[in-house]
């Protein structure tokens, strides 16, 4: 079975900032998914992005940009320009691209409690 | 819907008494899952259905735990004599069928359970 592990349990950064979270997974597959999530206080987790293990090109949506590393099995959210609201847990999960779905499909790390500070 | 709903928002109940969390996936959505979520944890699996298939039940904690999908759309949680441990968010997400899964799950609020 895939693990998913987020090594960061919290961090804190000053708006504006740029912010990194860490991601590591372990597979042996080749095709499968890989997302980062998002949940605010309010309790919602919101998809933030996903990249498909084909993909070498790095996905990116607005100020939210990920660095993945295949080879390292690594995937890493960059933050830019941090705001106030980005303050959530972040959640790494990983999906295999032909997953069954289940206890086979996402698998999720334990998240990272991110704060921004005014 | 628009969206995955779920209810009740919040609920306390009496240790030993049996609770029921409702969640509506978005219309159209054929897979279904159940998460348990406890304080400062990620996400624990707990059941899935996908369309009229079996559910997937591996992740259930206890033969107290149960849960059904009527008419392959509402899904019922149910937890009897509940205990301490169980409190927790329950958290509920559906997705589409297995041709056009992207792996995208799409999630409700949850239903944060407090059990005294």
């Known amino acids: 079975a895939q693990t998913v592990t987020q090594s960061q349990p919290e961090m804190s950064v000053q708006e504006a900032e740029t912010v990194t979270l860490s991601c590591t997974y372990d597979?042996?597959?080749?095709?499968?998914?890989l997302f980062w999530y998002k949940q605010p206080p309010s309790r919602q987790m919101i998809l933030v992005i996903r990249q498909e293990a084909y993909k070498q090109q790095n996905a990116t949506e607005n100020r939210f940009s990920v660095n993945f590393q295949k080879a390292a099995k690594s995937f890493s959210l960059k933050i830019s320009d941090s705001q106030l609201g980005d303050t959530a847990m972040y959640f790494c999960a990983f999906s295999y691209m032909y997953s069954g779905g289940g206890a086979d499909g996402l698998t999720f790390g334990k998240g990272t409690h991110l704060i921004i500070q005014p | 819907g628009a969206g995955v709903s779920q209810s009740p928002s919040n609920k306390v109940t009496e240790k030993g008494k049996d609770v029921e969390l409702r969640c509506d996936p978005i219309?159209?959505?054929?897979?279904l899952y159940w998460y348990r979520q406890s304080l400062g944890q990620g996400l624990e699996f707990l059941i899935y259905?996908?369309?009229?298939?079996?559910?997937?039940k591996s992740g259930l904690p206890s033969d107290r735990f149960s849960a059904e999908r009527t008419g392959g759309s509402v899904s019922t949680l149910t937890i009897q004599r509940t205990q301490q441990e169980d409190s927790a968010v329950y958290l509920c997400a559906s997705s589409l069928g297995l041709a056009e899964n992207t792996g995208e799950l799409f999630f409700g609020e949850g239903s944060r359970l407090t059990v005294l």
């Open positions: 219309s159209g959505h054929t897979a």
């Open positions: 259905f996908q369309g009229n298939s079996a559910p997937d």
């Open positions: 597979t042996s597959e080749n095709n499968y998914y």
